[in-house]
């Protein structure tokens, strides 16, 4: 990293990163939450929690959904103290954060002293001292060091503030290179985390509502993974991929709770013609991959007793295909 005027924020646009820009594009221009909405407003409120409980569940915070909404609600809830105050600044802090501006420092300090407030000595204030990230023992990278911070967050957020690049890219880019920084001394992930949601929604509000973290904690291990590839590799677009994925995944299942019966419909009319595997309902959906709403539309299908397997007695099999029930070619 260098001064501003020559600033690079190396990555390759791979074909992967095309076309998944261009799926999440699509899909994006799909989904829209209809302001007033009663159904579409308690799905708001639902996907940000999950957005909370996700980002500091990475962090080793051990607070489930139901004991963040009731710190939401005022409640008391019995857990360490510091998880406690970790979820009340997450809270104020998306709660906030629709006033930052990603390319502001000051704002950048305000939001990780509202994610900090209680937790370190001196919230919102860049590091002093050397830092590494560590995998159990094992130092897997080593920041640079504290002096050469302040020059390296000016870089980067006057490379944000000039960037042509897409926002789905250049959101991953920068949660990388600030990983890679790390200019704090301790909130660095959950900050990433919340910078990437912040500048998405400059792109596109809807992002403020979306749980990318709640995909990213099911994930965590490739989170990292990913990480430590692109710093490996000088080259963030394994990381840039990695994030990509989960934002169409968090975008898939958002979809499938604003448009409740969409999936469960196409799954029924796809069976119509006959068995098919989970793959090939997959591709039939148009689908990257079996994700969670996937794998909720399926369990609730089978529950209803709408669809069964072909191999009742060896559910995991290989072979394994799907069918309508008598009730489900009623239906």
Known sequence: MTNQKTYQTPYTITSTILNLVAEVSELIGRLSVQEGNANALRLRRINRIRTIQGSLAIEGN???EEQIT??????????????IQEARNAIKAYDLFSHWQPSAEQDLLTAHSTLMTGLLDAPGHYRNAGVGVMAGEQVIHMAPPANRVPLLMQDLLQWLKITHDHPLIAS???????????????GNGRMGRLLQTLILSRWHPIFAYIPVESLVHAHHQDYYTALNNSTQQGDSSPFIEFMLEMILDAILEAQSKALPGAQSDKVLNALVLGPLSANELVSHLNLRNKTGAFKRTMKELIDQD????????????????YRLTDKGRKQ
């Open 172 to 186: 991953s880019v920068f949660h990388y290179e600030f990983e890679f920084i790390h200019p704090f001394t301790d």
């Open 62 to 64: 051990t607070l489930s």
């Open 306 to 321: 709408l669809i069964e397997y072909t191999l009742p007695d060896k559910p995991n099999s290989r072979l394994q295909k």
């Open 70 to 83: 009731a710190i939401l609600e005022g409640k008391r809830v019995i857990a360490p103290p510091r998880e």
